[in-house]
Structure formats: structure tokens, C-alpha cells
């Protein structure tokens, strides 16, 4: 690097540029040092020597950096939201910078404010073993930071004033300037990159100042840690502060988490009856803090090693401690710890909406929690989750007041979790029995089950030994399942393999209502045509395109799709294509165009009616819209019942009656985020430099692209068909509007009325009659069943069974037979110990062979089926305890022979 970051604050400060004998980086520093000042090359000093002049918490820190930043012209500017719901490539918010990526950084829309300070909540989970082990590592935490965009247009700082703010900051608050050093160490990330300075003191790392003046480019003539850039014409400093690291510092705990956790430290403690472990704990936690430089364990290797490790530094000192004996004393305090940090990321989850699912942030929710309930469960203290949950909330609504809103709900999510886990609990043996059957249970295995089963590896791990089998659980195993699950929701861009062509305007946006317009033909071939202006909507945010016809010198072809590429709309054709120069006319399907705008502007209706109902932890997860119907999915964690679905159907209803005026309007893309917030972007990111609002006042407000009717009483009426629960934490909501709603519910009229005609009651006594019906229904079939175990107990009595080896054999074909009788005798059979039967019927031309065992018999039923009916030109297979398959009703007995020819 040269002279590496050779500033001229660094040289008018008396700094000198040093080189680490440890690790060979490049540093900074007032005074001539040896090492870089950064873990693991120098120890931790800090620990009972606070590095500031007086102890902050978090309230404190956080107010005396943005204050000073507020009085060096920096505009304070409020968090967003941990879900990065402005984003596709990315579920939560990682770092300060995430908030203004890519559109600010991208240079495609302006910040809102130039230079700003922030304090925004972080999570990150790929260091979620670490966290209550290592004494540092957090799953959520804030990063302070100050952000200034340099463009050719407006110079705000660069690096020498970034490095003299920080500094200037730090010395303020009573840190020795001689203890800080400067280590270089350039950053990338995102699809940018940078120089970047690391500030540290007392082998802590206090903070990172990026200057990110790079973007990735394979061709780039720029490489920094083995990849391409070229310099962007913006130059961003990207500072990130963290507020916990800047609280612990000032108080010199032997953990971080009793510095920024005190009294959830302390109450859990108190419950788990820990007390006393605490103080021996953190007597030899800030001992080996000392004497090694960290503060615990991080995990990566063996954990019993790692612990040998530090039990060994502690015995230089002088303890007399075991193995165990450490362990015992240190592992369930870990475990507090990591309980009281996973509780605030469930606040902040469950506060800013996240519902717990099996995909996306919803995933990664779960998992937290899942982890915090096992945690708990090993300490004997479950019953205290909603408790300390609440206390977070307490605590951090005093900065966050929209955690205190959400408190009910963040509490509901607890309890709804809690006891969902516990259900995946019980059926999780069967899971881990089935897979210790069928080959054991690796790394992949356990990766597995906890996807589709929801089981953590710890409990898969008890399940398994009191089975009498060992797993090895990985450890880092969370970290693994996280990065699964990050997101990596990039979109595809589509292709466009049309030569250059100039951008189509969207004369839709100018006149909703107008059906017909002229335009010039830029491009045709393929039978595809792309025009200088369209009023045909191409398909997009869940919108069908428009349909309709194009017209010129007395020829026609149909106009059956649209699509919008990049910013050419494809006009895709039926019949001959007009040639490149023609002056077309287009006529836009009324009747389709009509049924789309009105279930456009129905969805926005029921999302908003959701919301006002069941909460604001209601966003839209996907939406289709069609001419005659429309489907709003949205989250929420159970399911609609019919009451609450009728309340929103009326609410709709009763905003089409009152006739809301419908606005659209084009905005910047950060007018549009000062004005409305992140709510607006219910259906993704967006995706242009101008966002389009569509805006019911005082009703609700999105980012659209899509068409609309000019008023809510041109909706006409909304009628809900059906709910549906798509995956977990996501609900369908189907419905129709316009001219449909009102077909829709003459339909269900019509149904009505024949069911009470076929019951043979009035309409409104139907509903009774049905269930009088369905209960006398149930009775007859709880009848015929027990006749038909009554009649398979007298005819397996009457079958004998052939002794074969350790088992009996039971061989019979009952002809043509229902299969519940079949199915009855075959448990009747089975229920005896040391039992094998095979059973052979048809129904009409299709044969069928049932092999089943108890479970003392050592067969496997699925391979033996499949090797007989195979040698009689059938087929099957199945389990080890049941299996079935089919073959020609003649060869049903000759099926049965090979049975037990192959047991025998």
C-alpha cells in the first residue's frame, strides 16, 4: 500500500506509521509500539480499567455521540427497521450503511440529510454460538455511525476530517488520544470497497471508518483482497461506532454483556439461582481476559480444547481448577448471557414486524427463539422468557417508543412460539427415530432436520442417546443454518436482446381512464414490437399486462402480453407485425383493463383493512391480481378466522361507500421515504430512481406501479371467496370486486339455496340441518368401522399362522375387499407379538399386496414386497414395518408364495 492512509491529520497529530510484529499490518500511532494495539496481538487492558473518564450505559453513550456530531453540523436522523424490507439481497439490517443501500450509494437517490449521524440496530446471527461464550460477540447490537456522500456536485469530508472527528470524539469523552491507534485494514463488501482505518484501545476494536470509493467490477484496474473494482464517481465515508463496545469500554466489565445487560444479567441470575457462579465466574473471566486477550471461547475448533486452553492459562496463575469443574462454573453463565442478548433481537424482531415462519427473516426469527428456549430449558428457567422480554422492551422503548406499542404483540409471538416448539418437540422423536433407522445422522442430517423438522441439534442429540445411539453435533451449527438463510434474494434481470431502443413513455400514468392511442413502431420482429409511447400497462407488481389490439393500414393483430424490460415496454403480438417506422393506433381491452385497476386498488383496500385489524405486524408477502379476482398474501402467525375476515370485508366495504379520492404521484426516492417511511414499500424494493405513490388519504400509501380507478367507490364492492394458510406465518387472502364481488356472492347464494333444497329446509335453518346431518353422518361411520374391526378380529381368528423360524407367518388373500376391512385385519394381526402378514385383494382390475410387521420382527417389509411382486411383474415398496404395492389380481397367490419363499 506505500505510505498507506497518509493523512495529513495523522501528521500534523504527531501519529508515525508502524508495522505490527505479530500480524505485519500497518498502524498509527502517537507513540512507538510493537504491536497494532488489536486482539489477539496485545491483551485486553481495559477489563477493570475503564478507558473513559466515566461510566456510560447505553442511553448515556448513545446521546453523547449523536450529540456531538449534532454540534459538528451532522443531522440526527432516526433508525429503520431491523427487516430490510428496502433491499432484496439482504432479510435484516447488518450494518448503518445497509439503511442507504443501494439507492444512495448507488447515487440514484439523494440521503436525507448531507452529512447525517445515526444509531441503527444491527443483527447479525453468523456468530451465534459465539455470543455468551466468547464475553464480546452480540446478535444485536447499534451501530453509531456518521455518513457523509462526496459527489462531484456536493463535497461534504473525506478521510483526514473523518479520522479527526473520531479522535476528537473518543478524547472528549476521556480517552488518552497516545492509546489510540490507527490499524489499515481495507474493507469491501456489498459490491463496494474501500480504504479503511480499525480504531483501537486497549485491544478492543472501538470503531471502523471505511471510505468507500470503490464498486465492483470484473474489469476493474483496483484489487483489494482478491477482488476487481474501479472508483465510483462518489466518494462515501461509511463509519461504524458500536454502542455496546463504547458502554463496556467505559465500565470495564469482565463481559460485555454485564455492561450492557445489567439488570437482565441480574434478575436471570437471581431466578436460576446463579448468583454465586456469577462472582466465581467473572473472577476467572477477567483473569485469562488479562493474561490472553479474549475473554472466553469463540468457537471454530473443538470446545473441549479450547477450554483445556484457558483452563491452562487460569492454572498458571495459580487455580486448582478440573476440567469439569471450570466447565460447570462457566457454562451456564455463558448461557445467561446469551439468553439476555437473544431476548433484545426478539424485541426488535417481533417489534418491527417480523412474524416467525419456515423462510426468510421469519426463519431466522424462530431460530433465535428456539435457541433462547432451549438455552432457558437447560437452566430450569422457561417460564421466565415472556418476563425478560418484557423487561427489554421496558428498558428499550425509552428510545424505541414503538416497542412499547408492540409490546402485546411481540408478547403473543413468545407465547405462540413457546408452545408451537414444544409440539415440534414431541413429534421430533418420531423424526430422529426414522432417521437413525435409515442411516444415522450426520452434519447434513442434522442441517436437515432442523429445516423441515424445527429440531436444534442439541435436542436431536438427546433424542438420539436415549435411543442408545451418539450424534457429533458441529459446533457453529447456528452459524451454518444462518447462512443458509441470510437471503440471497437477488432478482434476475431479464435480458434484452433488442438493439438499443430509446425508453417507451407510459402514457397509462397520464390518463388512467384513456383507451386508445397512436404511436410509432421503433422495433418489430419476432412478433414482437416495442413503440415510442403505450397506454397497454405491461405485466408487473403482480398485475397481469393489458390486452388488446394494434391497427394500421387497414390490418389488425391481437396485443396478448406486455412486457416491461428495463425501460422498453415489449408489446408481444398475434398477426402480422407492423413494419419499424409505422404509425400504429392501439385500443386497450376496457373490460380487462376496468377488472385489473379495480382488484389493484380492492388489494391495497384488504391490505390496509388487515392492518387496521389485526395489527401492524401485517405486510404484504405477495399479491396477484387478475381481471375477475385478486389474492393478497400477508404475514400474521395463525390463522383468519371467519369473524375477523367479515370485519375486513365490511371495512372495505364501508371505505368504498365513503368514496376516498385515489392520488398518485411521482416522488424522489428519499422525498418518498421522508414522507411515508418504509411502509410504503409493501411490495419490495423499489426499483427505479422515481417512486410512484399510490395514496388513499388517511387510508394507506404504497409504492405501485400498477393501474388504478380514481376513487374507492369505483371498486364497487369487495367480496372475500376464501383464506387460506399458504406456509407457515403467511396467510392468502382471496377475494373479488366490482361486478365479481356481486357474482360472487349470488354464487354462494345460489349454493345455499340447493343445499337447503337438498336437506329439505328453509334456507336460513340450513346451516342446523347440515349439522345435525354430519353428526348422524359420523355416528353411522364410527358404526361401520367397529363392525369392520368386529369382522377382521373373527377372521384373523380364524387364520392360522405357519411358524417360521422366530416368527409367525400370516398369509391370505381376502379377494375383493374394501380396503379399511383389509386395513383393520391387517393391525389385528400385526398387534401380536413376533407377527409377519401378508395380505393379497383386488378392487376391480387392480390387485394389491399389503406386507406389515410387529416390531419384534426383524424383516424388512419394503425390500421383501419389492422383490416379489417384482418376480410377478408388479411393483411396491415401502417402509421396514409396512409396506404395500400392486400387481395383476391373478397373481395376487403367486405374490403371496414369493413372500414367504424369500422370509423362508
Known amino acids: 500500500m506505500g505510505d498507506g492512509l497518509s493523512l495529513s491529520f495523522f501528521h500534523d497529530s504527531g501519529f508515525t506509521r508502524q508495522k505490527c510484529s505479530k500480524c505485519n499490518s500497518f498502524f498509527w500511532s502517537t507513540v512507538e509500539i510493537e504491536l497494532c494495539g488489536d486482539a489477539p496481538c496485545v491483551e485486553y487492558s481495559f477489563i477493570g480499567k475503564p478507558l473513559f473518564s466515566k461510566p456510560m450505559n447505553l442511553n448515556e453513550a448513545r446521546e453523547a455521540f449523536l450529540d456531538f456530531f449534532e454540534k459538528k453540523s451532522h443531522t440526527r436522523v432516526n433508525r429503520a427497521s431491523v427487516v430490510a ?163 463496556w469500554a467505559s465500565q470495564g466489565t469482565p463481559t460485555i454483556y454485564e455492561a450492557v445487560f445489567p439488570e437482565a444479567v441480574s434478575y436471570l441470575t437471581q431466578r436460576a439461582k446463579l448468583e454465586k457462579t456469577l462472582e ?125 406499542t408492540n409490546k402485546s404483540h411481540i408478547l403473543d409471538m413468545i407465547d405462540l412460539e413457546m408452545v408451537r416448539f414444544n409440539k415440534t418437540l414431541e413429534r421430533g422423536r418420531r423424526a430422529v427415530k426414522r432417521a437413525l433407522d435409515s442411516g444415522g445422522i450426520n452434519q447434513q442430517k442434522l442441517l436437515e432436520l432442523y429445516d423441515s423438522q424445527g429440531l436444534p441439534p442439541s435436542v436431536v442429540s438427546e433424542f438420539a442417546e436415549n ?34 431502443i430509446e ?186 430512481r422515481k417512486v410512484r405513490v399510490v395514496e388513499i388519504p388517511e387510508i394507506d400509501a404504497q409504492a405501485c406501479a400498477g393501474t388504478h380507478v380514481s376513487s374507492t367507490s369505483h371498486v364497487v364492492a369487495v367480496k372475500v371467496l376464501r383464506t387460506e394458510r399458504i406456509q407457515d406465518g403467511v396467510e392468502r387472502i382471496e377475494f373479488s370486486a366490482g361486478p365479481d364481488a356481486i357474482k360472487a356472492s349470488q354464487k354462494e347464494r345460489a349454493l345455499l339455496e340447493e343445499t337447503a333444497e337438498e336437506l329439505g329446509v328453509p334456507v336460513d335453518q340450513a346451516p342446523l340441518a347440515a349439522q345435525k346431518f354430519v353428526k348422524e353422518w359420523k355416528e353411522l361411520r364410527n358404526r361401520v368401522s367397529s363392525l369392520e374391526k368386529e369382522l377382521a378380529t373373527l377372521k384373523s381368528s380364524d387364520i392360522e399362522g405357519e411358524k417360521i423360524g422366530d416368527i409367525m407367518f400370516y398369509s391370505h388373500d381376502m379377494g375383493e375387499t374394501d380396503m379399511g376391512e383389509v386395513q383393520n385385519f391387517v393391525r389385528q394381526i400385526t398387534s401380536k407379538e413376533d407377527s409377519l402378514v401378508a395380505v393379497g385383494c383386488f378392487q376391480k382390475d387392480r390387485g394389491m399386496v399389503i406386507l406389515a410387521k410387529s416390531n419384534s420382527v426383524n424383516h424388512n417389509c419394503g425390500k421383501i414386497l419389492k422383490s416379489a411382486l417384482s418376480l410377478v411383474g408388479g411393483s411396491g415398496g415401502g417402509k421396514e414395518s409396512y409396506a404395500q404395492g400392486a400387481c395383476s389380481p391373478d397373481k395376487i397367490l403367486e405374490a403371496l408364495n414369493e413372500i414367504k419363499n424369500l422370509i423362508s
Open 503 to 688: 425508453p417507451t413513455n407510459l402514457d397509462f400514468y397520464q390518463d388512467m381512464d384513456k383507451r386508445a392511442f397512436s404511436s410509432k413502431v421503433l422495433y418489430s420482429s419476432s412478433k414482437q414490437i416495442c413503440l415510442e409511447n403505450t397506454l397497454f400497462y405491461p405485466e408487473g407488481g403482480g398485475q397481469l399486462s393489458d390486452i388488446g389490439i394494434i391497427e394500421w393500414d387497414n390490418k389488425k393483430s391481437k396485443m396478448v402480453d406486455a412486457q416491461k424490460i428495463g425501460d422498453v415496454v415489449v408489446h408481444n403480438l398475434e398477426g402480422p407485425l407492423p413494419p419499424v417506422g409505422t404509425i400504429v393506433t392501439g385500443v386497450v381491452d376496457d373490460s380487462h383493463r376496468s377488472g385489473l385497476s379495480r382488484h389493484h386498488t380492492a388489494t391495497h383496500l384488504i391490505g390496509a383493512a388487515a392492518r387496521k385489524i389485526l395489527g401492524t405486524h401485517v405486510w404484504q408477502a405477495g399479491a396477484s391480481k387478475y381481471p375477475d379476482r385478486a389474492r393478497l398474501d400477508i404475514t400474521h402467525h395463525k390463522r383468519i378466522s371467519l369473524e375477523v375476515i367479515e370485519k375486513i370485508e365490511s371495512h372495505v366495504n364501508e371505505l368504498i361507500i365513503e368514496d376516498y379520492q385515489i392520488n398518485t404521484n411521482f416522488y424522489s426516492r428519499e422525498e418518498a421515504d421522508s414522507k411515508y417511511g418504509d411502509t410504503l414499500y409493501q411490495g419490495g424494493a423499489p426499483k427505479y
Open 280 to 404: 466465581n465466574a467473572s473472577s476467572l473471566i477477567t483473569e485469562n481476559a488479562k493474561l490472553c486477550g479474549v475473554l472466553s471461547i469463540d468457537y471454530g475448533s473443538d470446545l473441549t480444547e479450547l477450554r483445556q486452553m484457558v483452563l491452562d492459562r487460569l492454572q498458571m496463575l495459580g487455580h486448582k481448577l478440573s476440567l469439569s469443574e471450570f466447565t460447570s462454573t462457566i457454562e451456564p453463565l455463558e448461557k445467561v448471557f446469551a439468553i439476555v442478548d437473544h431476548c433484545r433481537s426478539l424485541v426488535f424482531m417481533f417489534g418491527d414486524g417480523i412474524v416467525p415462519s419456515n423462510v426468510k427473516a421469519g426463519y431466522l426469527a424462530r431460530m433465535v427463539l428456539r435457541r433462547t428456549v432451549l438455552l432457558m430449558r437447560d437452566l430450569g428457567v422457561s417460564e421466565f422468557l415472556p418476563d425478560l422480554v418484557s423487561h427489554h422492551i421496558d428498558h428499550f422503548s425509552k428510545t424505541y417508543p414503538e416497542l412499547k
Open 467 to 500: 435411543q442408545g445411539h451418539s450424534i457429533t453435533v458441529p459446533d457453529g451449527f447456528f452459524a451454518m443454518v444462518a447462512d443458509r438463510h441470510q437471503g440471497d434474494s437477488k432478482e434476475k434481470e431479464k435480458n434484452l436482446d433488442f438493439i438499443e
Open 85 to 247: 424490507r428496502w433491499r432484496n439481497d439482504i432479510y435484516l439490517s447488518i450494518a448503518s450503511i445497509a439503511v442507504f443501500q443501494p439507492h444512495v450509494t448507488s447515487g440514484s437517490s439523494k440521503p436525507p440529510a448531507n452529512p447525517l449521524t445515526i444509531s441503527q440496530p444491527c443483527i447479525r446471527l453468523n456468530d451465534l454460538e459465539s455470543v455468551g461464550r466468547s464475553g464480546r460477540h452480540l446478535t444485536t447490537f447499534e451501530m453509531m455511525a456518521h455518513h457523509a456522500f462526496n459527489s462531484e456536485q456536493e463535497k461534504i469530508y473525506w478521510q483526514d476530517r473523518t479520522v479527526e472527528l473520531c479522535h476528537e470524539l473518543y478524547t472528549s469523552l476521556g480517552l488518552e488520544g497516545s492509546k489510540i491507534t490507527y490499524k489499515e485494514n481495507p474493507w469491501v463488501g456489498g459490491g463496494n470497497g474501500g480504504e479503511a482505518l480499525e480504531v483501537l484501545a486497549g485491544g478492543l476494536e472501538l470503531a471502523t471508518l471505511v471510505f468507500m470509493d470503490l464498486e465492483e467490477d470484473p474489469e476493474g484496474d483496483i484489487e483489494l483482497k482478491g477482488i476487481k473494482f474501479r472508483r465510483m464517481p462518489r466518494s462515501i465515508v461509511d463509519t461504524g461506532y458500536g454502542l455496546e463496545r463504547l458502554v
